[in-house]
């Protein structure tokens, strides 16, 4: 029986790998108007001006063209809304004007521009400019940031959204290396996801290179009122002044993540790791910019008790951005590894307790996601045909891709496993791969190196199979299993011992309380513990869902507020979903939503009104 099994194993892995050599991945990558197999850009050179009075980026984008057909005489980038006023190739030592054509826009894909770069240059510029609307840009007026001087914008590229700012061969499967001269204001800095000067002169002429090839998406720009605070020698902390000691005393752990994550996967290969903290608009927890993470300002709590996000967006320094999905349909391997880094740097640091107590959390709402999502959006490698990666956000590549690779833990042992993994982020260091390569290389130095452990239907369930494989891990928590135990003695009526209790466990403890829950004990609860005004985002998001399900009317200001007040789609849509329940409450939350939406980012808005007018 082994050596059937065995073989069975390598027959699968030679198809497999022969499948994926056959097909490079960009031909797979259906949300790009690309052709990497006729021309790709591998630099760019931006020259922009950043106009808040225009909301618009407006300049030149300059690329090094690499022929890899010879008979190829366009190039097809991706665009959305934005302006192109004049296409240039460099020739006979001169820029001469040439032709282009922006072809009618898809919905989700945006405008596909076709440029004539004959047969000879090795070099392009584009004269663009970004409409106020760019849904990978947001602005916002010096009142809507804390200190209210200055104005402030940000970018959020991925997915498909840095060709609404840059005219760009927008997939995952390109590599790039780029230079950029960014003009603001004076007095503001502008920051990119690049070499960041940490003296810099608020001069309004910033500089900007990255040396090391990325994808599209993780190319950022930010401006604002920013200033720097350095955390250690290879870490700093950008941000408006008012959070700036408070978000460098929050992440002062960042250089020891560093540390613990080299010992386990390999070198840091991006130079500085500093941290960004946008307004709390920002649609996201985080976002892994090279060498300069974008986070949202919600998890500065003030206890360090939510600093897993960095732990998360550092994780990406080896998965995602040294090792990338080559499409999005691939984004399990990018957040699935990472969420699994995540939890080991955590472990390193602080424990299996804490460890555990993050990934019961993240399992929790894997599940409840899996009840709403379609069942063909619960496997690990996405079917999105043309439909906007952004619509199918959801935890399946987050923390299905985590239990997969807990599950392999488990069944090869760690030693086994953290060398493999180490040996994947250098084998396919600074490329771009699909779930068919990774499989393949997963049959060949992980399931042949130690047969008869895994076999390859075991995996392709995980990868292709809806929902969760029988004898996927189903973690638990010790720590939640004593909430649990309190939780039923306190609704007998007793006391509740949470001095020790840190976020985790008050989110475990909300998250389950019986929806039967009596407003008597819903007060109860708040007048001890002040759940309506807690400071921390999390536990107050946790609390005012559970407020909306009970109708619980004492939360409602704070509910207003909290909506009014951040934008991080992650903390604000269930909020919604749960409003779009009852007419009354859809009502209430349409009236707060239309006060709320020009302080939200482009995704926010689109995410939340989908749910709240979906006839549309
Ligand atoms: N790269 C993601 C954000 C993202 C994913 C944007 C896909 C657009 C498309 C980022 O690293 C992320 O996962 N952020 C999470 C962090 C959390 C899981 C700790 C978030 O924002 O909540
Ligand atoms: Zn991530």
Known sequence: MATKYNLKQWAYAATVMAAASSQSAWAEDAHSYAKLQEVTTPHLELDLTVDFEAKQLRGTATYDLVRKSNDATTVHMDTREL??????????????????????????????????????????????????????????????????????????SQPIHARSWIPIQDTPALRLTYDATVRTPAGMLAVMSADNSLDPELDGNYSFSMPQPIPPYLIAIAAGELVVKEISDNVAVFAEPYIIDDAAWEWADTPAMITATEEMYGPYRWDRYDLLVLPPSFPFGGMENPRLSFITPTVVSGDRTLINLIAHELAHSWSGNLVTNASWRDLWLNEGFTSYVENRIMESLFGERRAQMELALGYQDLLDNMERLASKDTVLNLELGTRHPDDVFSQVPYVKGQLFLVYLENKFGRETFDNFLRQYFDDFAFQSISTAEFKAYLARHLLAKNPNVVSMEQVNEWIHEPGLPADAPKPTSNAFAEVEKQMQRWLKGGQLTTQEWTTHEWLHFINNLPLDISSVNMRRLDEQFNLTQSKNAEIAHAWLKLAIVKNYEPARDRLRNYLLTIGRNKLVSPLYRELAKTPDNLKWAREVYQQAKPGYHPLTQTVNEALLYPEQ
Do not use: C
């Open 83 to 156: 302006t192109i006023s004049k296409a240039e190739i460099w020739q006979d030592n001169a820029w001469q004007e040439t032709s282009f054509e922006l072809a009618e826009p898809h919905e989700t894909l945006g405008q596909e521009l076709t440029v004539s770069i004959g047969e000879a240059t090795d070099k392009l510029r584009i004269h663009y400019a970004t409409a106020p609307t760019a849904s990978g840009l947001q602005w916002l007026s010096p009142e809507q940031t804390q200190s209210g001087k200055f104005p402030f914008m940000f970018s959020q």
